[in-house]
């Protein structure tokens, strides 16, 4: 299924990366010049997440390796507690400004003095990462048990994800579908942003579409830009929930606002359009500037169109085949790009290389 492919790559498959091609195309050119076309080629696969970890935990990569179908864990998103403690906030705060040794002492002594869910999951976050000490997925592992144990839905979400990526223990999916669910019930929406994911999937859980779309929903209310990109792709088409291209557009405006650079192209090319919403070529066009100096191929790809084609920015063929020869190098070719730019000059066929070797310089 085209939806199921496209979000599970996007995503790199867990957390907070989404990778996918725009789909939507801007107007074509003149005939002399090569069509910004709507269908892109494929991306390379990439792993940043949590992406990069954008949010707090890290992406991962699950073993491909799945057992079959778990039970559907029931999921009631309600608010979680706030926080009093002004103890737990130094804990918090002394890890903010890099103070791991600090963050550590204060953490464990909370932990063993108080009991402390949220003080445990800071212990098992920095032995993940091996901040202040050496890192022990172990140990992470039984912190976060101790939290989760607790109540905490940090503690859950961070134990899922190691059980996903089999650190600290063997992979086991159906526990981390477990945990995720226990952690969205608590308001967590990275669990929930997850926990869709493998009802999309399909492997771990029963594929359940309608399921994903509002666990989805529930993730992107809560601002996740990730979230707010799939369920965009939902209704752009009709997965999981009624089609409805204005809703689509308005996820990708707020995804495209949180910075996330798949839906900033997207939305661009809805904006060029003029699809689901007013039509605006400068903002359009601006979007996809700024998405192509974070070296999205579409986005570069894309740019290169308009800068040699003059519709929507004014023609700068030089500038149009510097993209274009950076977006091929990242796998992004394009023959009729090739062929409007072919008659550039030795001089400007030069500066556009130099302007290719500086930027790829500082990647």
Do not use: C
Not at 16 to 21: H, S
Not at 98 to 126: C, H, I, V, W
Not at 211 to 231: I, M, N, T, V
Not at 304 to 321: F, I
């Amino acid at each position: 299924m085209k939806v199921l492919r496209s979000i599970l790559i996007l995503t790199g498959f867990l957390m907070l990366t989404a990778k996918a091609a725009a789909q939507m195309s801007l107007a074509p050119p003149p005939a002399q010049t090569p069509p910004v076309s709507s269908k892109p080629a494929a991306k390379p696969k990439t792993n940043t997440p949590a992406a990069a970890k954008k949010p707090a935990a890290p992406a991962v990569t699950p073993n491909s390796a799945t057992p079959g179908p778990a039970a559907t864990p029931a999921v009631t998103v309600t608010p979680a507690p706030v926080p009093d403690d002004s103890n737990v906030d130094l804990v918090f705060g002394a890890y903010q400004r890099g103070l791991y040794k600090t963050s550590f002492d204060l953490a464990t002594r909370r932990a063993q003095e108080n009991g402390d869910p949220k003080a445990m999951t800071m212990l098992g976050e920095l032995y993940a990462n091996g901040f202040g000490i050496k890192r022990d997925d172990a140990k992470a592992a039984q912190w976060y048990r101790r939290a989760a144990d607790g109540g905490d839905r940090e503690g859950m979400f961070e134990l899922a994800m190691l059980r996903l990526a089999g650190r600290g223990g063997p992979v086991d999916r159906e526990e981390a579908a477990k945990l995720l669910a226990s952690s969205a019930k608590l308001g967590n929406p990275k669990a929930a942003y997850n926990l869709a994911l493998l009802y999309l999937d399909g492997q771990t859980l029963p594929q359940d579409l309608k399921r994903a779309a509002e666990l989805f929903r529930l993730a992107a209310d809560a601002g996740s830009p990730e979230a707010q990109y799939a369920l965009a792709t939902f209704y752009k088409e009709g997965t999981g929930v009624p089609k409805d291209i204005e809703k689509a557009v308005q996820l990708l405006q707020a995804a495209s606002l949180a910075d996330n650079v798949d839906a900033e192209v997207e939305y661009a090319i809805a904006l060029y359009n003029g699809t689901g919403t007013p039509k605006d070529v400068p903002a359009a066009v601006a979007l996809l500037r700024k998405a192509a100096k974070q070296n999205n191929p579409i986005a570069q790809n894309r740019l290169a169109r308009v800068l040699a084609s003059g519709q929507g920015a004014p023609v700068d063929k030089v500038e149009a085949l510097k993209w274009h020869i950076i977006a091929k190098t990242a796998g992004k070719g394009d023959p009729a790009l090739d062929e409007a730019l072919a008659g550039l000059s030795a001089e400007d066929r030069a500066k556009a290389e130099v302007a290719v070797r500086r930027w790829l310089s500082t990647k």
